[in-house]
Structures are given as structure tokens and as C-alpha cells.
């Protein structure tokens, strides 16, 4: 257990460095993922950010709560994939960030749509096709998301691609 929960931290600061600013970071980070095959589907990549349905852009009523949920929302993602389907980004105190395949974003939804404890949204954005880039999709799942906790019609799960189709 102890080796798992090394394993999982290593694997978040990791992903953590895919969304950092500076490239050279993300750039160490994506060849060290690769190099250990944390992801084993093929590209293109996506982006998946959960958070509560009940937080809106102003901050939640009780975010030390919502942080919490968030961790238990990360370890139970955690037990739950398979190996090699997603790497998880430290939980934040709003918002937690998975990156997976393309192919493993149906998945990922389901799964996030069932997990147990309070509700939770997912916003999703993929087509990134080095994961060093995926970075740059964090904006359109962040917005993916909060369109999630906010329009009923998604059903808390809304794709970026899907969000202007929506209104067709």
C-alpha cells in the first residue's frame, strides 16, 4: 500500500508538471510519464477537470469540504481506473484534473458521474496530440466543467467540442 501511495504521488507531481507554465517543465514531465508508460492508450490526449456541480465561479460556502471531497474523489478515480487509463494531478481546493486518451474519456465520465459521496461535474477537452501540449486545453475543460455544473442538458458531464453543438 505504502509503495502504491509513492507511486500515485510520483505519478501527480508528475501530471502537475503538465500544466505548468514554464515548457521545459512540461516537457520533463511528458517524457517521464511516457518513459514509464503511465499512460497506455495511444494520443490523442485529453483533459478532464472535475468539481462540485454546487460551485459556481465564487468560492464554495466551505472550501476546506470541497477540497476533501475532492481528495476522496481522486483516491477512489485512483482505485477504480486501470492501470495505464489516467494520471491525476494533485487535487486543488476547487478542482482536480485528469489526463487520459481520447479513447478513455467515455470511460472516465462514467466513471467520475458514479462516484460514491457528493455529486460531482466533469468538463473534458481532448485532441492534444503530444502530452507535453495538453496544457493548453485546461482553459476549454475548465469552462467544459463549469458549463457541466451549470446546464441541466449535460447532465454534469459537458466536452468542449459539444458545448457549441448544444445550442443547434
Known sequence: AAGSADQFAAL?????GLLH?????RREAAATLAGEAALTGPPPYALAVIRSPAGGPEPAPDPGRAAGNLRRAAANLRLRAAPGDLVLASPGASKLVAITT???VAELRRVILALPGPPLAVGTCGGTAALADVHASLGHAQYAALVATRVPRF???ADWAEIGRAHV
Open 12 to 16: 501527480s507531481s508528475l501530471a502537475d
Open 21 to 25: 507554465a514554464q515548457e521545459q517543465v
Open 102 to 104: 481520447a479513447g478513455a
Open 155 to 157: 447532465g454534469r458531464a
